[in-house]
């Protein structure tokens, strides 16, 4: 009882000292997360964990506790502004927590039984996984990791007595939307070429922290994205079980093409052509039509290329007929809308083919998804 009040009597000093800062917040060595609690039982939370957690973000508003693994005496530039947190560093040399001077493990968390404090297993750490839960920090014992909303992942991992079941670099989170895996997306503007990017064996956007979903996994157009966003699925096209492909353009955020290949059996490149067509948003894209170009790399000369094309035949521009490509063409190549040096989204508005020069539209996103048989 006596030990009781003048721990709190400690602790209570410690809450209210001037190392606190006000209206402040660490950014980026959040280990967890704690909901519902007032500032002394947060900073309780953290001497909890001697050996991990150096400073708490308390939010007062929401009454929310954020646990960190550095604080500002080494990170001052992480220190950002943010209403209703205070900024607690939490000196692991003062002696004044409930684990005295016991030292955990970053794994442990201290745990006092019968007023001994002991270092009790509380999971398995975890490296810093792009899109996941849990980002950087631990995985609770007995916990499988799970995905942000709007994400999936292919393969499971867990936390045991033993550590983590996989290697967690294996540990992927994919965009989903309407049950479709994103693999690959592009927008217009640029030079690069979708096919080119597409086959680009060992490129992993998933895993590339400097490539932005928000921008670069939308189906609007982002001046903030300026890479083809593309996925390391492609490269393991063949171990996937992929049932069905998508292709689909936007324009201004609306779905305005829609296919849908049958992906069973195909590779990287096979998948897009008339024999494995499901469904199209033209009624005349059948296995049956007869086509100049179905091919995913398309018309490729010096100067232009027409990638993921689509094309019903060749007569000069005025009487080309097409549904869709994916379009670059220097001044004097190709027709002569496609001629900005820049790559557009070049697509048939109606149900059936169009005239490439009069009927043509243009669209500003391309995506490409797949369904995989479970
Ligand atoms: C912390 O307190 C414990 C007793 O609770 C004592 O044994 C230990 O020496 C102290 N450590 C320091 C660094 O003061
Ligand atoms: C985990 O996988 C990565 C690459 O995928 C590899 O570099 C690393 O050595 C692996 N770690 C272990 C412990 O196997
Ligand atoms: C990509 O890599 C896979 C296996 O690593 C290989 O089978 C395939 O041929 C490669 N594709 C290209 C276009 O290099
Ligand atoms: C694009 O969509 C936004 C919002 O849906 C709308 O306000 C805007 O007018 C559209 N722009 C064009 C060019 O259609
Ligand atoms: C997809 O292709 C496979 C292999 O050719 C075939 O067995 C299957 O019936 C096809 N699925 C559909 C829905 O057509
Ligand atoms: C092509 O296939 C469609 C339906 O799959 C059918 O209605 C049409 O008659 C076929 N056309 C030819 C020329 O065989
Ligand atoms: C195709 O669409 C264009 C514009 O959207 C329209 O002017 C034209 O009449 C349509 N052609 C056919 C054959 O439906």
């Known amino acids: 009882m006596i030990l009781g009040l003048f721990l709190s009597a400690v602790l209570l000093g410690l809450a209210s000292s001037s190392s606190e800062l006000y209206g402040k917040y660490l950014s980026g060595f959040t280990f967890a997360s704690l909901d519902k609690m007032g500032k002394q039982m947060c900073v309780r939370e953290c001497q909890s964990y001697p050996g991990r957690c150096k400073s708490v973000n308390y939010d007062r508003v929401h009454l929310s506790c954020e646990l960190n693994t550095d604080s500002v005496t080494d990170k001052p530039e992480a220190v950002l502004d943010r209403e209703g ?9 003062a002696n004044n927590s409930v684990c005295g001077d016991l030292q955990c493990s970053t794994q442990e968390k201290c745990v006092v039984k019968k007023s001994r404090p002991s270092c009790v297993f509380i999971g398995c750490d975890l490296p810093r996984i792009k899109n996941a839960e849990d980002n950087g920090g631990i995985l609770m014992y007995r916990k499988t990791l799970q995905c942000k909303t709007g994400y999936r992942a292919l393969a499971s991992l867990m936390c045991s007595e033993r550590g983590l079941d996989k290697n967690a670099t294996e540990f992927r989170c994919y965009k989903e939307v309407d049950q479709w895996t994103l693999i690959y997306r592009g927008q217009s503007g640029g030079t690069d070429s979708d096919y080119l990017s597409f086959i680009s064996n060992g490129t992993s956007d998933e895993t590339n922290e400097n490539v932005n979903d928000e921008y670069c996994t939308s189906i609007t157009k982002s001046p903030l994205c300026t ?9 393991r096209w063949g171990s996937l079980g992929i049932s069905q492909v ?6 201004n955020g609306t779905k305005v093409v ?3 290949f049958n992906g069973t059996g195909t590779n990287q490149e096979s998948w897009f052509s008339p024999s494995q067509i499901l469904s199209s948003s033209w009624s005349d894209v ?3 039509q007869t086509y100049r170009y179905f091919d995913l790399e398309g018309h490729v000369t010096p100067g232009q290329w027409r990638n993921f094309q689509i094309w019903k035949s060749y007569g ?6 097409f549904w869709m490509a994916s379009s670059y063409a220097e001044p004097g190549k190709a027709c002569a809308q496609e001629q900005t040096s820049t790559k557009q989204y070049i697509y048939c508005p109606n149900t059936t083919h169009c005239n490439f020069e ?3 539209e243009i669209a500003d996103v391309m995506t490409v998804s797949i369904k995989m048989s479970e």
Do not use: M, W
């Not at 000069?316 to 007929?321: A, Q, S």
């Open 316 to 321: 000069g521009c005025p009487n080309d007929l």
């Open 258 to 260: 829609d296919l849908v």
């Open 85 to 93: 947190s205070t900024h607690i560093p939490i000196s692991i040399f």
């Open 358 to 360: 009069q009927e043509y």
């Open 227 to 235: 890479t083809n966003y593309r996925t390391s699925l492609i490269d």
């Open 286 to 288: 059948l296995s049956n």
């Open 246 to 251: 998508q292709v689909a353009l936007y324009k």
